[in-house]
């Protein structure tokens, strides 16, 4: 990975990734263990692939990309937290643990245990009701929970870091995939729409936002890509890196989609277009976790 290519592996994953979620946004749970997701960052004696998190980022950028509604990315992203009887669970395709953001549950619908965060660790989730809540964006589905307590302990409080590293870090690969894809419609619709005589993609005013979008996402895909590579071999600057790239892409991905928007003109502006569930998931993203400014924040204080 250092040389910023990737190997014909990791580049087989993301084609397969990529053909599997246009072929079907919402796949389930046995239908991503079949596919051998669930147990990529799960070690070979848990009965995992034993991969890490850079092949991690490589599905959550397809995710982000295909407006997908998969547990993956949060079973993911708590993977380090769950003992290795869980772990080997969810290599099976048998659990899909989700960490519980206060009362909150992210992919509730398919979600089959749920963490919470305790004083001193994380626990889980026994005896609760949660009820599912409606939202802005359909594909990111959300409950709420009522009742329960804390059960058996699955790890220390320690590793809480390392889990929002995690997060950040699959947030920004997602949100690189989002604005990928918001581009690439942009891209191809003014190569197609003519007016005055001319296709649009012609006219300096409609190519030149669209090709700094262009600029800003490949730098936000490096952030991304190196924030995920650094929590892959886990390098003591990997939070920093990981607040970096979230900050930046999630930022990015809102004002691609609002240029993308911007270029399809009045179409692009009705709730009925394609673009909006993209500006949905980017505006998700950049609320979830904690904001561009926040992190910024963080990374001001850890810098001076």
């Not at 993301?14 to 389930?28: F, G, I, M, N, W």
């Not at 990015?252 to 394609?274: K, L, M, N, S, Y």
Request: hydrophobic share 50%; charged share 20%.
């Amino acid at each position: 990975m250092a040389s910023w290519a990737w190997s014909p592996e990791q580049e087989a994953l993301r084609e397969q990734a990529r053909a599997v979620l246009e072929r079907s946004p919402a796949p389930t749970l046995a239908e991503i263990a079949e596919l051998g997701w669930t147990a990529i960052s799960v070690p070979e004696e848990h009965g995992g692939l034993g991969l890490g998190f850079v092949e991690e980022a490589i599905l959550h950028e397809e995710i982000g990309r295909g407006l997908a509604r998969t547990v993956f990315s949060s079973t993911a992203v708590i993977l380090p937290a769950l003992p290795p009887e869980e772990q080997a669970r969810v290599a099976a395709g048998e659990a899909a643990w989700v960490l519980a953001l206060g009362p909150l549950v992210p992919h509730v619908a398919e979600a089959t245990d749920v963490a919470i965060i305790g004083g001193d660790g994380i626990y889980e989730l026994v005896g609760a009701t949660i009820e599912a809540l409606e939202t802005v964006d359909e594909t990111r589905p959300v409950g709420v929970v009522a009742g329960g307590e804390a059960g058996r302990l699955l790890s220390s409080s320690e590793l809480l870091p390392l889990i929002r590293t995690r997060s950040l870090a699959a947030l920004a690969c997602e949100a690189c995939g989002v604005a990928s894809a918001a581009l690439d419609l942009a891209v191809a619709y003014t190569k197609e729409r003519r007016q005055f005589g001319r296709v649009i993609g012609t006219y300096q005013a409609v190519a030149h936002p669209l090709a700094t979008a262009y600029v800003e996402l490949e730098l936000a895909r490096s952030l991304s890509l190196r924030a995920a590579w650094c929590v892959a071999t886990a390098t003591d600057d990997a939070g920093l890196r990981a607040a970096a790239a979230k900050a930046y892409a999630a930022e990015t991905a809102v004002t691609v989609c609002e240029r993308a928007i911007q270029a399809h003109g009045g179409i692009g502006f009705t709730w009925e277009h394609d673009l909006h569930r993209y500006y949905k998931r980017a505006l998700w993203i950049r609320a979830f976790e904690a904001s561009s400014a926040q992190l910024r924040s963080e990374i001001a204080d850890r810098l001076i």
